[in-house]
């Protein structure tokens, strides 16, 4: 499929939560970056699934001590979700909430 194909970054994605979900926030914190930037790149900003990802990496973190950077992420995300997906949608509320 190749590295920049929408299921190789799925599950590229998918490691990362996983990771996150076994405390390995620092590794989950390097592959969301890494993949966040193929996705940019390939989709574009407001890509329900670049979203989703600089999502993921606003969590990771705050999970990683980082809380101002997080918020800042999450904050910017919620806006562009508001912007792409209506204010009410529930990937928005995820995110602002």
Same mark, same amino acid.
């Not at 799925?10 to 930037?37: F, K, N, S, W």
């Not at 990802?53 to 508001?82: I, K, M, Q, Y």
């Given at each position: 499929?190749?590295?920049? /194909?929408?299921?190789?970054?799925?599950?590229?994605?998918?490691?990362? %939560?996983?990771?996150? !979900?076994?405390?390995? %926030?620092?590794?989950? %914190?390097?592959?969301?970056?890494?993949?966040?930037?193929?996705?940019?790149?390939?989709?574009?900003?407001?890509?329900?699934?670049?979203? !989703?990802?600089?999502?993921?990496?606003?969590?990771?973190?705050?999970?990683?001590?980082?809380?101002?950077?997080?918020?800042?992420?999450?904050?910017?995300?919620?806006?562009?979700?508001? !912007?792409?997906?209506?204010?009410? /949608?529930?990937?928005?509320?995820?995110?602002?909430?």
């Amino acid at each position: 499929l190749g590295a920049d /194909h929408p299921q190789t970054l799925a599950a590229r994605q998918a490691t990362a %939560h996983a990771l996150g !979900r076994l405390g390995r %926030h620092a590794e989950a %914190h390097q592959l969301y970056e890494t993949v966040l930037a193929v996705r940019e790149r390939v989709m574009g900003p407001d890509h329900p699934d670049t979203l !989703r990802c600089r999502h993921n990496l606003a969590f990771t973190l705050c999970r990683l001590g980082r809380p101002e950077e997080s918020w800042r992420l999450a904050r910017e995300v919620a806006d562009a979700r508001a !912007r792409a997906l209506g204010p009410t /949608h529930p990937d928005t509320l995820a995110t602002r909430y």
